[in-house]
């Protein structure tokens, strides 16, 4: 019931890092209607809304409010992703739940990219144009110079966490402003050791793209004062620790009150660029956003026409939001069930009985998304028997994740094969090999014999299944490697049931099955602190067997490379997080490839083909991944859609858009 | 009273006697901690709990299937959803993972034992030893053993316990260890050590000294047997908190253990069936009462055992 | 007497010094540094967990970080928490400790209160069905399960009869347009309690010789006198409203920590009077045919309040170690919270700043029970 249980920042700051790109779909659901903004009319346009309060419970305090710390690491909380949502736009986003590239304050897509010398040296150059008329909430106009500004304060002060990726210098090299509407974006067209390269999607599309734009009206004279404060790490200090007071907001809400241990306000900004707008998806995949504010009717993927399959105008629909602080995901979801809030953030994933008690609660909706996320056991393909590929394709042949995922954990979670979540639609491959999927208990050992025996392991005695064919009625003894030597004893590292049941449990049956084909597996529960030191020691290589963790995910899946492309093995370059040491180099070159595409088609292609191969070669078992379920009020709010990848969560409670009745 | 019984006939050697000395005392402290009668009370909840936790072995290799009844890796397959309300092949019901009940309490009695026993044991080492060397070499020694127990005392423990299992891996034998390190270098060592006081001043020890016996074995055999009532009654102390630790540790998550009352709240409260008090009950009762039970009786039994230790609370 | 408390000062302080330094070694002698806090973000690159490493300065040598932090101590300053960047420890600690204080002296004066009647009265009884009952009740009570008690409490009187608000300390919906900050109103409420005890305490010392109705009569007016002025005080602030809903918040978690701590000081009471009771001057007052009443009340309580009283202060300091428990499950931000937090985000300074300010607390105690005993007791003087 304390904080330990409801939150482990540690893995929190992950899921904000990765959400942190989830979040630029939030970020689509926002405008505003043609009035006038004078002081009169705003408070005649808020005072009959006055009572529309989006109320929500949230179970930790938010870190900070400012927006630099928050993206830069240090305030990086999921907590602080929700409060702050409404403050910073983008240049580009996701759609509403298909998860197509849209420009969000930029007028247009960006131009090709091209290869341009200007003064001598060679960039890949593009040119984006700004939308006109998209305000501050302080009335001033957002320009290409905000833009500008923020790139060249991360540029600059070398911020770092999600700054570093949206602005990465090994391939940007600046942004100017054009004019107050254009922008251009210069990038590096060699790398350091001098061989060429290309920005390709996740550089810029899915990096830049995606970046927060703040004020540089309010933020300059901070970042110069923070320029002045020495070191590098002394500028960054003094930024993070500027405590806005009145900073201008893009994103539909601006700060109010924030009661620390309580409560958080933000009021609603009655000039967001996006209040109004209607946001039209059509089933041919054409996608309509009518903005009278700015006089824009934009079209993207294809003609509009036929049937539609989403309509929605884009608010904030609340005169404010109160974010409520509970102690724990218990006394949160009491509050819920109680009346006292509406909707519950709720990143853990709301398990069965916070289930049962919603429900009873009668005036409660639930609703069930796929989430983007993974739980996966890792081998360290570095030390026998795990480098070899039969041994790792038999130890997936015994585990049966249908069965722990659906009797054993009743549904909380959901098995997984491929390295991308089916939820994640575009990019999740699903032709590929599900090794064990739907065999009894005796096939599966059957399966595992037969292919430790193609690589040559050996036993004295084989694992016997019993007459049903479903129990091993004595297991194997003296399984003996290729070379004749006897398998070492392993350890698998997990998390202990206290950080989490679901992994615990995991391990635990996984340990059986494999000693019941002879591996001498031995399941050490660890907290998790203990399971990162390890994987992060200087003798990982040597100490690692195998370990059960889990990744929240981008819908971009880069990732691939991040976690098995051998350089980023820890042994080729510091906190690398290819603990596992995985190594193959047609792997390497097709997860290579995918960081220059610059295509969204040929993009799919290789991610398909490493899916697969990945499925086949096995340097993970993915396991499960969770369902992601959303509790709210629907007497009280309603949101224009409920069934997306992540669900209302991964939106940030789509706050720009939600109707408070 | 009958304190003072002759030795029933010549015949009977020495040591004999003394038996009779020692069965006698005991019989009639055993009747002091009878009359305290809230002792009876709780010495009655813990043969209790000792029977469960003797009896699941038993039980493991009899009537229950171990893929069923086992209180980590077993499944439930009878019932179709978890946590499965009682019946008669659960009489506790199963846990959210469709683990059987008691079975989890059985097993964990053992463990809530053993650690009570390995805390209490190491405090009174550590106390006894404390108390006695403070009060027999007095000066410097004192003063440096008791300037470390009030930073004992001061440590806040709970949150010691929380910050230590919340850094470091932390299980029953660590866990065990450093509250019989906190308490027996702190309270337990302080409160050992005015009992000491009285002893060393004891002519037989003036005595043993004048005989040449080096410190350490005066300390083992004069004093420390003198100390081990009063360390005794304290051990009641150092397992009620050892219990109790435990429990809150594994509630909050923080202890690497398959199995554990507080554990079992924990997968209650992270399966979200802590606040269904009634419809979950089964989840929620018997590990919370066996903590609350456990604990109070372990004290209970101390605080009986005060009333006979101590001679100004003796009944006149 | 000055010469014994500035020696016990000079102890105490020299036993702080430790203390701080163990805890510092203790906290940095778990595995894992901050940087791995932010590790598994795929897409952080080493250089970035390298530079939030100096930025933590987690990769100066143990001896180095260990100066600084004696210095930081000693000028108060813990430095910046992790998991609150870019605060600082100190104030951290200073939004939460009013608020730890406001409920645990309540909760402590409380249990107090009804520890040391019911602790005379079970002494006075001593093997009646009273003593059993309220014994066993007490110490069921005071090793319950805390967090299950506390569920309890929270399911019960705030789930099933609704009588009193969960979770939390305020009401957001009141508190939108409040014209102050909680701590400010916790702040007021402390300096009330602490002036009207001061006034009670000064009115019952004034009529300590004086005997019959008319001493109640003061004193029972002076409490009701102060209670009064208070209100009339938070009446003409225009902040009453609030403080009366923090109040109403307070109610639960307050009852619940009287429930579980009251027995440690019913049981030292009745120690401590039966200690007292074969003192030969309760035998006296007993042979001059005193009503039971009046020596136990006048005679042996007042004598043995004197232990009581000491250990009062340590209850004070450990209630914000038990704390812990109670705060989690309430959703009360204080000292408690912010400590399990801190531990388990791995937030050093705030950790061991938390841990420093709880010992330091401890030991002001130690020093404050000396004082009074010294004060309390006419056998010692040094």
């Known amino acids: 019931m304390s904080a330990v249980l409801s939150v482990r920042p540690a893995i929190l700051a992950s899921i904000a890092a990765a959400l942190a790109v989830l979040s630029a779909c939030a970020r689509e659901d926002a405008a505003e209607m043609p009035i006038e903004v004078t002081e009169a009319a705003r408070e005649a346009a808020t005072e009959p809304a006055g009572q529309a309060v989006y109320r929500t419970g949230i179970f930790a305090e938010p870190i900070s409010r400012n927006y630099w710390s928050f993206y830069g690491g240090p305030a990086g909380s999921v907590w602080t992703q929700y409060v702050l949502d409404g403050y910073a736009t983008t240049l580009y986003g996701y759609s509403d739940r298909r998860f197509d590239w849209v420009p969000v304050i930029a007028a247009d897509f960006p131009t090709d990219l091209k290869k341009e010398t200007v003064d001598g040296s060679e960039f890949w150059t593009t040119e984006v144009p700004i939308k006109e008329g998209v305000q501050w909430s302080d009335g001033e106009e957002l320009t290409a110079e905000d833009v500008a500004f923020t790139v060249r304060t991360a540029l600059d002060l070398g911020l770092g966490a999600n700054w570093a990726r949206a602005v990465d210098t090994a391939f940007l090299e600046r942004v100017d402003a054009l004019d107050s509407h254009q922008l251009k974006v210069f990038f590096k067209t060699i790398d350091e050791d001098g061989n060429p390269q290309t920005p390709g999607l996740s550089v810029w599309q899915f990096g830049l793209g995606f970046m927060p734009i703040l004020p540089e009206r309010y933020w300059a004279p901070i970042v110069e004062e923070a320029k002045r404060a020495g070191e590098p790490q002394q500028q960054i200090e003094s930024l993070f620790a500027h405590v806005p007071d009145g900073e201008p907001t893009s994103n539909g809400f601006t700060f109010s009150r924030w009661e620390a241990g309580a409560f958080f306000e933000n009021e609603a900004a009655s000039n967001f660029f996006r209040k109004g707008a209607v946001i039209t998806q059509y089933e041919n995949g054409a996608l309509v956003e009518t903005n009278e504010r700015l006089g824009q009717v934009s079209t993207f993927y294809g003609e509009a026409g036929g049937g539609k399959s989403l309509e929605y105008e884009v608010g904030p629909h609340a005169s404010s939001e109160i974010f409520s602080i509970y102690g724990n995901q218990d006394a949160a979801i009491l509050a819920l069930t109680n009346g006292d809030v509406d909707y519950v953030f709720n990143p853990l994933g709301m398990e069965r009985g916070f289930q049962d008690r919603v429900r009873a609660a009668g005036d409660l909706e639930i609703v069930t998304n796929p989430d983007n996320s993974v739980f996966y056991m890792g081998f360290n393909v570095r030390k026998p028997p795990m480098n070899v590929r039969e041994f790792r394709q038999a130890v997936a042949a015994v585990i049966d994740k249908e069965f722990v995922t659906q009797s054993i954990l009743q549904g909380s979670a959901l098995p997984m094969y491929a390295m991308v979540p089916e939820g994640n639609a575009y990019w999740h491959n699903p032709d590929i090999d599900k090794i064990g999927q739907g065999l009894s208990r005796g096939e599966r050992v059957e399966r595992a014999v037969d292919l430790l025996k193609s690589a040559g392991f050996t036993y004295d005695q084989e694992p016997q299944i019993g007459e049903d064919g479903n129990v091993v009625s004595s297991q194997g003894q003296g399984l003996k490697m290729p070379d004749g030597s006897d398998v070492p004893g392993i350890e698998l590292i997990a998390p202990s049931a206290g950080y989490d049941p679901l992994r615990a449990t995991f391990a635990i049956w996984i340990e059986r099955w494999l000693n019941d084909i002879g591996i001498p597996v031995r399941a050490n529960l660890a907290g998790f602190n203990v399971i990162v030191d390890k994987l992060f020691s200087d003798s990982v290589a040597e100490d690692l067997d195998m370990w059960i963790l889990g990744w929240s995910l981008t819908i971009f899946p880069d990732y691939m490379e991040s976690y098995f492309h051998s350089r980023n093995a820890p042994e080729n370059q510091d906190g690398g997080e290819n603990w596992g040491g995985y190594a193959n180099q047609e792997f390497d070159d097709l997860a290579f490839g995918l960081l220059s595409e610059t295509t969204i088609e040929g993009a799919r292609d290789t991610v398909f083909r490493l899916q697969e191969f990945l499925a086949e070669d096995l340097p993970y078992v993915p396991l499960f991944t969770i369902p992601k379920l959303d509790s709210y009020r629907p007497s009280r709010i309603e949101f224009p859609y409920t069934d997306v990848l992540g669900g209302l969560e991964g939106l940030n409670g789509m706050q720009q858009a939600v109707l408070i009745k | ?316 | 007497m000055v010469g014994y408390l500035l020696n016990r000062t000079f102890q105490i302080l020299l036993t702080l010094f430790v203390f701080m330094s163990i805890v510092f070694f203790i906290v940095n002698a778990q595995p894992g540094d901050v940087s791995n806090v932010y590790a598994l973000n795929p897409d952080l690159p080493p250089e970035t967990r390298e530079r939030l490493r100096d930025l933590f300065g987690v990769n100066e040598p143990l001896w180095k970080q260990y100066l600084v932090h004696v210095r930081n101590t000693l000028t108060g300053n813990f430095g910046v928490s992790f998991s609150n960047y870019p605060r600082s420890v100190a104030d951290i600690v200073m939004e939460r400790l009013p608020r730890t204080l406001a409920l645990f002296m309540t909760a402590t004066v409380l249990s107090f209160y009804l520890g040391f009647a019911l602790g005379k009265i079970i002494a006075w009884r001593r093997g009646g069905w009273t003593e059993y009952t309220s014994t066993i009740g007490g110490v069921t009570l005071y090793t319950v399960f805390t967090p299950w008690f506390g569920l309890m409490m929270i399911w019960l009187l705030g789930f099933k009869a609704g009588w009193l608000p969960i979770g939390k300390f305020l009401d957001p919906e009141l508190w939108r347009d409040a014209p102050t900050d909680a701590n400010a109103v916790f702040g007021m409420m402390i300096a009330t309690a602490v002036a009207a005890s001061v006034i009670v305490f000064a009115v019952f010392a004034l009529t300590k010789k004086r005997r019959g109705s008319g001493a109640a009569l003061i004193r029972i007016g002076s409490l009701a006198g102060s209670l009064l002025v208070a209100v009339g005080i938070w009446l003409v602030a225009g902040t009453g409203y609030l403080a009366w809903d923090i109040i109403r918040h307070m109610v639960l978690p307050v009852v619940t920590l009287t429930l579980i701590s009251f027995a440690g000081t019913m049981l030292l009471t009745r120690s401590s009077m039966l200690e007292t009771m074969r003192e030969d001057y309760v035998v006296a007052a007993r042979a001059k045919g005193l009503p039971e009443k009046d020596v136990r009340d006048r005679h042996v309580a007042r004598n043995a309040l004197l232990p009581v009283v000491t250990s009062f202060m340590f209850s004070l300091a450990f209630a914000v170690d038990g704390g812990v428990i109670i705060e989690s499950i309430f959703s009360w931000p204080g000292m408690g919270q912010t400590l399990v937090s801190a531990a388990v985000a791995e937030d050093l300074p705030l950790a061991v700043g938390a841990f420093v300010f709880v010992g330091s607390f401890i030991l002001l105690a130690h020093l404050a029970a000396d004082v009074l005993y010294v004060y309390l007791d006419p056998r010692i003087r040094y």
């Not at chain 2, 003063?143 to 850094?167: F, K, N, Q, Y």
């Open chain 2, 1 to 316: 009273m009958d304190v003072q019984r002759a030795p029933r006939s010549v015949d009977h050697s020495l040591w004999r006697t003394r038996l009779g000395l020692a069965a006698d005392r005991l019989r009639e402290n055993w009747a002091a901690f009878v009359r305290a009668r809230v002792g009876v009370i709780g010495l009655a909840v813990i043969i209790f709990y000792a029977l469960l936790a003797a009896a699941h072995p038993v039980l493991m290799s009899t009537v229950w299937d171990e893929s069923i009844y086992d209180p980590v890796v077993g499944y439930s397959f009878d019932e179709t959803r978890q946590p499965a309300p009682p019946s008669l092949r659960h009489p506790l019901g199963t846990d959210p993972l469709g683990r059987d009940i008691l079975s989890q309490l059985m097993f964990s009695a053992r463990s809530e034992f053993m650690l009570g026993l390995l805390a209490a044991v190491v405090t009174v080492c550590i106390g006894t030893m404390v108390g006695a060397a403070a009060a027999y070499f007095g000066g410097i020694v004192d003063t440096i053993l008791m300037r470390l127990a009030d930073i004992m005392i001061m440590m806040p423990g709970i949150s010691v316990l929380i910050v230590l299992s919340a850094l470091i891996g932390v299980e029953h034998l660590e866990l065990g260890l450093i509250i019989g390190v906190l308490s027996g270098f702190g309270g337990t060592g302080v409160v050992l050590k005015s009992q000491a006081l009285s002893v060393v001043v004891k002519p037989y020890i003036q005595a043993a000294r004048v005989a040449g016996g080096g410190p350490l074995h005066i300390i083992l055999v004069h004093v420390v047997p003198n100390l081990l009532p009063l360390s005794f009654l304290y051990m009641m102390f150092t397992v009620t908190s050892a219990i109790f630790s435990e429990a809150v540790l594994s509630f909050l998550g923080l202890l690497d253990i398959r199995m554990s009352w507080g554990l079992m709240i924990h997968t209650t409260e992270s399966a979200g069936y802590l606040t269904q008090v009634t419809e979950a009950w089964w989840l929620i009762f018997p590990a919370s009462l066996s903590i609350t039970l456990l604990c109070s009786s372990f004290y209970l039994v101390g605080r009986s055992l005060d009333e006979v230790v101590n001679p100004r609370l003796r009944r006149a």
